[in-house]
């Protein structure tokens, strides 16, 4: 009999010691299909440097979707993320989020980066127990 696999964990994922990024889509993209909920966690960035096109992304990939009959459907989950010491040039957003309820989004901290983006915006609203100390991100 076939077993549908649930969750793939993404565990313990470190980028550090002065990135220098040119050109580079996202810095951390984390997706997820509907119909396969994903579990991110425990993901440290320490000192990104240069040009992107979004420092975070989180967003639902529909590609195949297949909803089935999985009612209700399980959510992603996001956790324990660190983004620190960064100087970035965003030529879309420094945080883009995908504004649905697909994702559990907890335990971020954003700590001394400097951000230049399109719209200058950086919401975090939907992530509980987000911490931001000494953020700037500007419109460009």
Do not use: H
Request: hydrophobic fraction near 35%; aromatic fraction near 16%; proline fraction near 2%.
């Amino acid at each position: 009999m076939y077993k549908k696999v649930t969750y793939i964990w993404i565990v313990s994922i470190v980028y550090g010691g002065g990135l220098a990024l040119k050109n580079l889509l996202n810095i951390i993209y984390f997706f997820s299909m509907s119909n396969t909920p994903q579990k991110y966690m425990y993901v440290l960035v320490d000192g990104a440097k240069g040009k992107v096109k979004n420092g975070v992304e989180v967003q639902k990939w529909t590609q195949f979707y297949d909803k089935g009959d999985r009612d209700p459907m399980p959510r992603s989950k996001v956790a324990n993320i660190t983004f620190r010491n960064a100087d970035l040039d965003c030529w879309r957003d420094f945080y883009r989020e995908a504004k649905d309820n697909y994702f559990d989004l907890e335990n971020f901290t954003f700590e001394n980066v400097t951000a230049l983006d399109t719209t200058g915006e950086f919401d975090t609203s939907n992530i509980a127990n987000c911490k931001v100390e000494n953020v700037t991100v500007t419109k460009k």
